[in-house]
Nanobody, 122 residues
Framework: QVQLVESAGGSVQAGGSLRLSCTAS?????????MSWYRQAPGKQREMVAT???????NYADSVRGRFTISRDDAERTAFLQMNSLRPDDSGMYYC???????????????WGQGTQVTVSS
């Protein structure tokens, strides 16, 4: 069993910055394949914000490219999302997700955090 613990989000004025973290924990984790951040605003579908793949490849949504940076600490099994130059339309619930292979399983599985609220005021 894998658990994801997300840091608290926060409120910031437009142009400000926030940093989110997500740590995966569990007794049987064998390998973390990738870690991602998603977000969802009211009335909108959940969208991928940033993904850090095994091997170092990174993907970003067009709307955040150049402003957000995803990083990963494999030793701590933690993903970070540095958000700079925040805009009001960045507001929403941010979710961490991780694809993990456990020692007891042949295949990997996806796990989701509970989400953390980010609010950007104009």
């Amino acid at each position: 069993q894998v658990q994801l613990v997300e840091s608290a989000g926060g409120s910031v004025q437009a142009g400000g910055s926030l940093r989110l973290s997500c740590t995966a924990s569990g007794n049987n984790i064998y390998r973390v394949n990738f870690m991602s951040w998603y977000r969802q605003a009211p009335g909108k579908q959940r969208e991928m914000v940033a993904t850090f793949r095994d091997g170092g490849a990174r993907n970003y949504a067009d709307s955040v490219r150049g402003r957000f940076t995803i990083s990963r600490d494999d030793a701590e099994r933690t993903a970070f999302l540095q958000m700079n130059s925040l805009r009001p339309d960045d507001s929403g619930m941010y979710y961490c997700t991780v694809n993990v292979r456990e020692r007891t399983d042949r295949y990997s599985k996806d796990y989701w955090g509970q989400g953390t609220q980010v609010t950007v005021s104009s």
